[in-house]
């Protein structure tokens, strides 16, 4: 079902009770759907955190997944695994990853057709080089020649296979907590297919696809839930808008899609602080370092050896 971007906008400036209403809908559009054959995909982020809770006060029946990739922080590990009913493993490391395939940067769309540049066919390699839609951006042109490979092949091996091959065997369909405020390919997503994407080759549901960052954290403050302790506390500031004290992200602590835009101090300088033996496994072991000093990406928090 396509929603218009009018649809999407009044949706994400709904007030969060009426947000709550409509991902409980849609849970139980897709819990009856497939009969109950579903599942939770949970990272123990705070985005599934609050998918998990409201799917499991419907339906405590479905099962919670998480795949253990080594590349969450360990206080995200520690709960995801508090919490899931069922554990994957994927097949490769991300040292092992990264030495086959390359590193995740600058975006997962603009790694995918750098490498496609690189390495595709010579009609593949056109399209790339091109200009407009599906080429290389002119900003990250100059990573086409870098002397380390560029890939978005990370979360096909470390995530989407593992969960794509429970499927297979469980016949269950997922549930993710992504949300279209996140990327513009996400929110292209939401507007082709809405939710529940029951007309994807690999149908999928996103019930807090309208939601917002704000909407999350509110509705842990609201409802006192448990979540990762790498968050810290939740405040509010000055201009009414909810932050964390601790990470404001977790998700895969070495991936650097999107760390351009994030203002200081961006995620490798906060782990610098808050877990400088990670660090220093990500610019020695994996060589971020390289990358990072590469592409111009500040890593280092002078201020913080200071303190």
């Known amino acids: 079902m396509k929603i218009t971007p009018e649809t ?30 579903v599942y939770i995909s949970f990272s123990g982020g705070k985005d599934s955190t609050v998918m998990l ?20 922080y360990p206080e995200a590990r520690k709960f995801a695994l508090s919490k899931a009913d069922k554990v994957l ?6 040292k092992q990853v990264i030495e086959d395939y390359g590193y995740p940067f600058p975006s997962k769309e603009q790694a995918q057709y750098i490498r496609e540049a690189r390495h595709g066919t010579d009609k593949l390699k056109a399209k ?31 995530k989407k296979a593992p969960f794509k ?53 509110e509705y842990l403050l609201e409802t006192g839930i448990d979540y990762a302790d790498c968050y810290g506390d939740i405040v509010r500031g000055s201009d009414g808008k909810l932050s964390t004290t601790g990470v404001n992200r977790t998700g895969c602590i070495f991936c650097m ?13 906060k782990m610098q602080t808050t877990h400088p033996k990670l660090y220093e496994y990500c610019m020695d072991k994996l060589n971020l370092r390289e990358v990072l000093e590469y592409c111009g990406i500040p890593y280092f928090d002078s201020r913080a050896c200071s303190r």
């Open 257 to 269: 899609f999107g760390v351009e835009f994030e203002r200081y101090p961006n995620r490798f300088q």
């Open 128 to 158: 790339r080089l091109g200009r407009g839609s599906y080429s290389v951006s002119d900003k990250w042109r100059y990573l086409i020649d870098a002397p380390f490979e560029v890939s978005e092949e990370c979360c096909r091996v470390m």
């Open 8 to 37: 999407l906008k009044q949706r994400q400036s709904m007030p969060l009770g009426a947000k709550v209403a409509m991902t409980e809908m849609r849970i139980r559009e897709w819990y009856s759907h497939y009969r109950g054959l």
């Open 53 to 72: 809770d409201i799917a499991k006060r419907l339906y405590p029946d479905i099962p919670s997944v998480y795949c253990d990739t080594g590349l969450e």
């Open 89 to 94: 493993k994927p097949n490769k490391t991300f």
């Open 165 to 217: 091959k429970y499927e297979r065997v469980s016949h269950r369909h997922p549930m993710i907590a992504t949300m279209a405020e996140e990327s513009s390919v996400r929110r292209r997503q939401y507007l082709a297919h809405g939710c529940n994407m029951f007309d994807k080759a690999r149908a999928c549901s996103t019930p807090l696809g309208f939601w917002t960052q704000q909407d999350v954290l």
